[in-house]
């Protein structure tokens, strides 16, 4: 990607935009957010920590995405509309709806941790759903990860899991998912993965967590080869649910999601999954 527009210019806006930066994943990076003398300052100093930690990535800012100029991607990451921790889903429609008019058939990741709504939103205003993700599963998962490698006493590299469902309060993680070592965590501790996403209930992650999720989202689309991670997309009939966006493992490259991957889910599982689906059907099409 040569430019990616970065929608907002608070903590996590700034993390994910110097995260962009330092791994050179686009060319330039564009914050945009209405009070653009906070971006700009924003901007200004990731740029100039460029030469000392050794990328070279222009870094603007803008007012408006009207005035962002070209770009190829566009991250929603902490906009005032999304500022608070649990934004209202009407809130979160409404800018979805608002930005189907100016993406066209670029690609929007949402970064923030409340995406439902808007993934939701945009695809149903218009936007195909390959081109529309949301990126915090893939955060959720390291934070279970992270967990997981305390309860076991293992380093974290050494542990997978994925993420499906509509963390964190409808967290489902497939039993065989969890492994350490190649190992499902069950059949060396049977309390591990209970006591880990006991752990994760209620908790959204922080802005350094969601940044580098988008980061690594960003990454796998600007691949030529697909990566699958957990990540939020809107169902076509996948899992048997459609219009609704949670988590699911899916291929993503070349600026799209390639494919939702489904995988056996055992009963308790599937259970939970399909909780979480009507649970966002009730709120995308009856709230």
């Not at 990328?55 to 999304?82: H, M, N, R, W």
């Not at 988590?247 to 056996?264: D, F, K, T, Y």
């Amino acid at each position: 990607m040569h430019s990616i527009a970065i929608l907002g210019a608070g903590d996590l806006a700034a993390t994910l935009a110097r995260r962009i930066a330092e791994q050179e994943l686009a060319r330039r990076v564009i914050l945009v957010d209405a009070d653009e003398p906070r971006a700009r300052g924003k901007a200004l100093d990731i740029a100039q920590s460029g030469p000392v930690e050794g990328f070279d990535v222009q870094v603007e800012a803008a007012a408006s995405l009207a005035a962002a100029g070209a770009f190829d991607a566009l991250v929603i990451a902490d906009p005032p509309e999304l500022a608070a921790p649990r934004v209202p889903p009407a809130r979160a429609r409404v800018l979805g709806e608002s930005l189907v008019a100016v993406m066209g058939n670029r690609v929007l990741v949402v970064a923030a941790a409340s995406a439902s709504a808007l993934i939701e939103a945009a695809v149903r205003k218009g936007m195909s759903r390959e081109r529309v993700v949301g990126s915090a599963p893939v955060a959720y998962a390291g934070a279970l990860t992270r967990r997981l490698a305390t309860e076991m006493q293992v380093e974290p590299r050494a542990v997978s899991a994925l993420v499906l469902g509509l963390p964190p309060d409808q967290l489902v993680i497939p039993r065989e998912s969890a492994c350490v070592g190649g190992v499902p965590v069950d059949r060396l501790s049977p309390v591990a993965l209970r006591r880990a996403m006991a752990g994760l209930a209620g908790r959204v992650p922080g802005p350094v967590a969601l940044a580098a999720a988008a980061a690594r989202v960003l990454r796998a689309l600007g691949g030529s080869r697909p990566s699958m991670l957990g990540v939020l997309v809107s169902l076509q009939g996948e899992y048997g649910h459609r219009g609704v966006a949670v988590a699911v493992p899916a291929r993503l490259a070349a600026g799209r999601v390639e494919s939702v991957v489904e995988v056996p889910l055992e009963p308790v599982d599937r259970v939970a999954f399909d909780r979480a689906a009507q649970q966002r059907f009730q709120e995308a099409y009856w709230a």
